[in-house]
């Protein structure tokens, strides 16, 4: 016990046991300081799947969204064309009153065929100019009908000049 006694009393023993002491504090705060910020990246890791399965479900909805509006929007320019394409029936009578009129303005009247074919090319002409540009997008919202036929303002008629008769001689 002696030699116990006088090894404790050692200034060696001393710094040893407080070495020792003082490295087994380090190791276990090292060991809970490790398992913390293990729990720290679990936590963390678990928290970056779970945004990443939010934005994942976001990222599809938006996709099956687009999806369907894209097929809606195909769906509607098919419709578009079909009633492009399919006349209306006040448009047909409309077109029935106008080609019997022309008709019987033709057997009335001598020169009325050279004004009428005339009125024909110049409108075929702005129908043409105005399929294409602004001008379609003008008129969708201002009715032709509403405005003026023609850019002088002179819908319905007849050219200037020699008048019918004489345009029929030419």
């Not at 679990?42 to 479900?57: F, I, P, V």
């Not at 990222?59 to 320019?77: M, P, R």
């Not at 003008?138 to 009715?143: K, L, N």
Request: proline share 4%; with cysteine; charged share 25%.
């Amino acid at each position: 016990m002696d030699i116990l006694l006088t090894a404790l009393a050692h200034p060696f023993t001393w710094g040893l046991g407080l070495g020792l002491v003082f490295a087994v504090w380090a190791l276990f705060s090292g060991w809970s300081a490790k398992r913390a910020l293990r729990r720290e990246v679990r936590r963390l890791e678990d928290h970056c799947r779970t945004a990443a399965d939010l934005s994942a479900k976001g990222t599809q909805s938006l996709q099956d969204e687009v999806a369907a509006l894209k097929e809606q929007n195909k769906n509607l320019q098919i419709t578009v064309a079909e009633l492009k394409n399919k006349p209306d029936r006040a448009e047909l009578q409309k077109l029935y009153v106008l080609d019997k009129a022309a008709a019987m303005m033709t057997e009335r009247a001598p020169g009325f065929a050279a004004a009428w074919q005339a009125a024909l090319k110049e409108a075929q002409a702005e129908l043409e100019k105005t399929s294409t540009g602004i001008l379609p997008w003008i008129r969708r919202i201002v009715h032709p009908s509403l405005g003026a036929g023609s850019p002088g303002g002179t819908a319905g008629a007849l050219p200037s000049g020699e008048g019918a008769a004489g345009r029929a001689e030419e």
